[in-house]
């Protein structure tokens, strides 16, 4: 399976602990996108790589937050000191970016408890 | 900022019958995906429109993009169990990121 793959796909922990994301987009594409979802709402953008450069974070994403994409294909998403407002599945998506159109492909996505 | 607005939110419906799923925004977007997620699982990509006035079918699945690019509609035709799930439209606008809809939950009942 070539898809965008996540690891791990769930997590659980302790409020005020460290966590880390790993996000292994579909080979040949150049973008990597990372988004949050709560339950029962839609994935809202969190930020955006195109090759090694983040191009993009949203307000959403305080500075607790760090993502890297540092040879241009994996990529990581850490959270420093969880909050349970943390608490949501993060997807990766990557796409192959040629003009303004382009299809983005998900991962399965990670979930993260924090208690 | 660019808003999607899906409709109905939710959906419950015997099989057989047939629906709607409506995907709106006063923004213009270059193309609109449709996604349909399972609990617990990532989006799967069910279909990019990029034409206005675009009509795509998969099966018993029609979708429909606005001739302005602003809209777009999901039809199902005889639902079955099996397409159960939160259906979402997403929406570029020509620039990197897609901007996803607050989601249809549709449940289908044998």
């Known amino acids: ?115 | 900022t660019q808003l999607l607005e899906q409709s109905p939110q939710f959906l419950s419906i015997q099989e057989g019958e047939n629906l709607t799923v409506y995907c709106n925004s006063s923004s213009v977007f270059s193309s609109l995906q449709w996604y349909r997620q399972e609990p617990g699982e990532g989006p799967v990509l069910l279909v990019t429109v990029v034409t206005g006035g675009e009509v795509k079918k998969l099966k018993r699945l029609t979708f429909q993009f606005g001739d302005a690019r602003k809209d777009s509609s999901l039809h199902i035709t005889a639902a079955q169990p099996g397409d159960t799930g939160l259906y979402l439209c997403a929406g570029g606008g020509g620039t990197y990121k897609y901007i996803f809809g607050t989601g249809t939950r549709l449940k289908v009942l044998a």
């Open chain 1, 1 to 115: 399976d070539t898809g965008v793959s996540q690891d791990p796909r769930h997590k659980i922990t302790k409020r005020g602990q460290n966590v880390t994301f790993r996000c292994d987009p579909i080979s040949e594409h150049n973008r990597l996108y990372w988004y949050r979802q709560t339950l029962g709402q839609g994935p809202e953008f969190l930020t955006y790589f195109q090759n090694e450069a983040q191009l993009e974070k949203s307000r959403l994403l305080s500075d607790r937050f760090s993502a890297e994409r540092p040879k241009g294909s994996f990529s990581t998403l850490e959270i420093q000191r969880t909050e349970q407002g943390d608490s949501a599945m993060y997807l990766c998506a990557s796409s192959l970016a040629e003009g303004a159109t382009h299809t983005i492909y998900f991962g399965e996505g990670s979930w993260l408890t924090v208690v």
